[in-house]
């Protein structure tokens, strides 16, 4: 069983009694193992890719309460979101709806024959047909009826994926989670993780803030009153979707979200945003974008691609895939008007410059940054300081290395074929890389920070902050 805190993820064949994992997700893998031990479908085999039934994800979300509340383990969670992954390859529609309706009541039976009755809000099934164990964004999703559900909300939702969402708190503010929207399951952490990274970004009403790979939208939204304004880039469209909405039911006004990935359109959202006229081979991997298409569109530095291990390389092709068609969102304006709206001085002038102080906060996967994106922050002169949150050392090393290492007297051209270059270590392509940064000032690191966001775990959470 994997997974902690909050959050329990099950692979269907394996146990259930993981002390990382919390007392509800317990047991409702229990319940889901016993329900399989009855199931017509398969248990999928990760060998050979046949079978049905994957993987069980349970999301849990809290009441709103204090730290001292949260110490009796569970006894504020107030929403349950299970999510079964399934393979339906080959699977006849009559058996798998039947089971899944089987499945629906004995999900039911099981949280109200625990006493007190779990909580459960929503029941999603992913339809997963490929090998790796994490599904695609776009993996399809359907909300089940919850039989006579306890739940006080959710129970609407029936059929609606929509609303197959649970709702959760950090820094008094309430988030709604989308079945597949990322979010930090230890909430008590990244409360302090955030205030943390919102300290060292050193805020204030004349700060543009980029949130890079911002999820539902919490580490901008909750920094929000400390900044003139949020710019958060996602490329999970239902993460994103999250944040608008959590915008709008937290009464915050001066965040935009854009749907797409951060490698696509970095460079065109600082160039948008800070509107400084820069030469095209400042930023050679920046097309020229226009400023009224909402699909801003760039260039990519596919190098990392070629030379990246195996399993990450597929991961990037993985994600390119899902994010091919490159949504952007504006919060339903015209970008055009709403950059002036949201830059619009007293005085009525619509320039840009009125943020004097431009930070990045990014918060990327465990492969760290897109060289295209690092390429984009470094170059951008505007951006003085950037505060990396990072759940993987070796890639935040990695990127480190490029946004730091002092610019080559003669810029070298990336070998993108270079074999060789397969059996680097992450640090050691990074630095390769870094040869080939154009001339940028480059960043310091200036401190580091463990965050323990999992505690019993090897893993955690390291913020650094980069100055130049
Ligand atoms: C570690 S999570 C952080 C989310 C958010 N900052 C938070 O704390 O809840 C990383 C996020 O990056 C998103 N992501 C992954 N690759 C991305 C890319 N290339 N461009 C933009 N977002 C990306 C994921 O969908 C995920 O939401």
Redesign the pocket.
Known sequence: MLGNFREGVTAVEEPVDCPNVSPIACKYASVFQQFLQHSSLQIWNRFNNTGFWRQLTVREGRKPGKAAEVENFGANISEVLLMVQVCTVGIDDEVLNSELERMAQVFTAGATANSPSLPLTALVIQDHKGISNVAPADAPLRSLPIPKAESDSGQDAANNIVEARIRDYISNLQFCISPT????VNTLA?EKLYSLAGDWADLGPDTLLF??????G??GLTLAHRVGMVVG????AS?VSDAHRNAEINGIKNCRFIC????DVMGSLLKQYLNVPQKQDEIPNASESNDKDTTITEEKDTSMDNVSDPEESSNHKL?NAK?ASGCAEYGGQEPESHLQKSCTSESGNTSMQQFKNVVAIV???RGGL?PTVIKALRTHPRLRRLVYIS?NPESLVANAIELCTPSADKTEKGNKNNRAWRNMSSAGLARHRAKSMPQSEPFRPVKAMAVDLFPHTPHCEMVMLLER
């Open positions: 929207a990322f979010f930090q990244a949130d890079i790979c911002c999820g539902t919490t580490i880039i996602e490329m999970n993460a797409a990935k951060a490698e994600e994010g918060d990327p996967p897109h759940c």
